[in-house]
C-alpha cells in the first residue's frame, strides 16, 4: 500500500498533463540503458539484462553494447575474428536482445583500442573516405542486415558519437580530421549499408555534443538525433544542472539542425549537490509531456569520472525513481 501511495503522485501529474496534450506527445518513449564495460558478448550482456530487470522490475526497451573497428587479433585492419576482439556486428547478442523485444543501440566506435590515441592514422575518416575500410564496413552492414531480415527487429547504430568533442581518437579536430571529412565519411557508411540492402534493417543516430549544422550528414543519411544530457554534479567542481536546462537546450539545438525524431543517447546525474532521483524524474516526464519528438531515452549507468550509476548516491534515489518511471505506460516505446 505504500508503494503504491508514492507511485499515486506521478501518476496523477502525467495523467493530468498527457491530456492537455496534443496526441503526438503521447507516444510512448523507450527507455533503457547502457552498463560499465566494453563487453558485446552474448553471455555478459544478457545477464547484465538480467540484472537490469531485477533491479528495475521492467525490461528495458533499448540497451546499448559497442563495438570497435579495430578490436582484433593481430592486425587493426584485418578481418575480425569470432573468437576474440568486439570489431565483429554482436549477432548473437543482437538476436537474444530482439528475441526479448530489446532495441539494441551499438556505439560503432571508430577506434583501435590497443592504441586509441597514439595510432591517429586509424582515427582519421580519410582512411574511410579512400575506401581503407570498404571490406570491413561490407562485412558488418550485411550482419546488419541478416539479422534484421531473421529477427524483423532493428539496431540503432550510433557511429562516431560526440565527435565535435576534443577527447575522442575520432573527433573532428584531431590528427586531419575536419567536419566535413566526419560528413563525407558518414554518407559513404551510409551507402555501404544501403548497397547490401542493410538500411531498413538499421537505425543511424548521429549523436554530438551540440548539435551543428556543420556536423550533420543530412536527413537522408540519419534516422535519429542523439543527445548527450549529462549533469555531473559538483563532484566535478560544477554546479548543478537542473534537468529542464539539461534538456531543453539541447533539444532545442537539435530543431535547428533538423526534424528528425530525437533519442537521449547518453544520460546521467552525479549525486553532489542535488537530488539524483528528483533530476531523473524531471528529466524523464519532461521529456514525455513538453517534447514529442523524444522516442528514446538511454541512461548511462556507469562510473566513468562522476558516478553516474542509479543505485550510487542519496541512498539509491536515482534508481528508485527510474523504477518507478520504467512501469509507467508511457516510458513503454519501441524503437521503429
Not at 124 to 150: L, S
Not at 195 to 202: E, L, T
Request: glycine share 10%.
Amino acid at each position: 500500500m505504500r508503494r503504491s501511495l508514492t507511485l499515486l503522485p506521478l501518476l496523477v501529474t502525467l495523467a493530468i498533463m498527457a491530456s492537455a496534450l496534443p496526441a503526438a506527445a503521447r507516444s510512448d518513449i523507450a527507455i533503457g540503458w547502457t552498463v560499465e564495460g566494453d563487453g558485446h558478448d552474448k553471455a555478459w550482456v544478457m545477464a547484465q539484462v538480467d540484472a537490469y530487470i531485477a533491479d528495475v522490475g521492467e525490461k528495458p526497451r533499448i540497451w546499448g553494447i559497442w563495438s570497435k573497428w579495430g578490436d582484433r587479433k593481430g592486425d587493426s585492419n584485418g578481418p575480425c575474428p569470432t573468437d576474440r576482439g568486439s570489431c565483429r556486428f554482436p549477432t548473437e547478442t543482437v538476436k537474444a536482445l530482439h528475441a526479448r523485444g530489446i532495441t539494441p543501440m551499438i556505439w560503432w566506435v571508430y577506434v583501435d583500442p590497443k592504441d586509441p590515441y597514439g595510432n591517429r592514422n586509424f582515427g582519421q575518416y580519410a582512411r574511410i573516405i579512400n575506401h581503407h575500410h570498404d571490406a570491413y564496413i561490407k562485412q558488418w552492414a550485411k550482419a546488419a542486415r541478416d539479422v534484421g531480415r531473421e529477427t524483423g527487429g532493428k539496431t540503432i547504430i550510433r557511429f562516431g558519437h560526440e565527435s565535435d568533442g576534443t577527447w575522442f581518437a575520432w573527433s573532428t579536430s584531431l590528427y586531419q580530421n575536419t567536419p566535413t571529412k566526419f560528413q563525407k565519411a558518414w554518407r559513404q557508411i551510409w551507402k555501404k549499408f544501403n548497397k547490401v540492402d542493410a538500411i531498413p534493417h538499421v537505425r543511424f543516430l548521429w549523436s554530438q555534443i551540440k548539435p551543428r549544422a556543420n556536423h550533420y550528414p543530412g536527413d537522408r543519411y540519419v534516422d535519429f538525433v542523439g543527445l548527450t544530457l549529462l549533469n555531473p554534479g559538483t563532484t566535478e567542481g560544477d554546479p548543478w544542472k537542473r534537468a529542464k536546462d539539461v534538456l531543453d537546450g539541447k533539444v532545442s539545438k537539435a530543431r535547428k539542425v533538423t526534424k528528425k525524431p530525437i533519442i537521449g543517447a547518453e544520460i546521467g546525474s552525479g549525486h553532489g549537490g542535488g537530488d539524483k532521483g528528483e533530476w531523473v524524474r524531471q528529466l524523464y516526464t519532461r521529456a514525455y509531456y513538453k517534447h514529442p519528438y523524444v522516442k528514446g531515452l538511454v541512461y548511462l549507468n556507469a562510473n566513468r569520472g562522476p558516478d553516474w550509476r542509479l543505485h550510487v548516491g542519496d541512498s539509491g534515489a536515482g534508481l528508485i525513481a527510474y523504477s518507478k518511471l520504467a512501469k509507467l505506460q508511457q516510458f513503454k516505446g519501441t524503437i521503429k
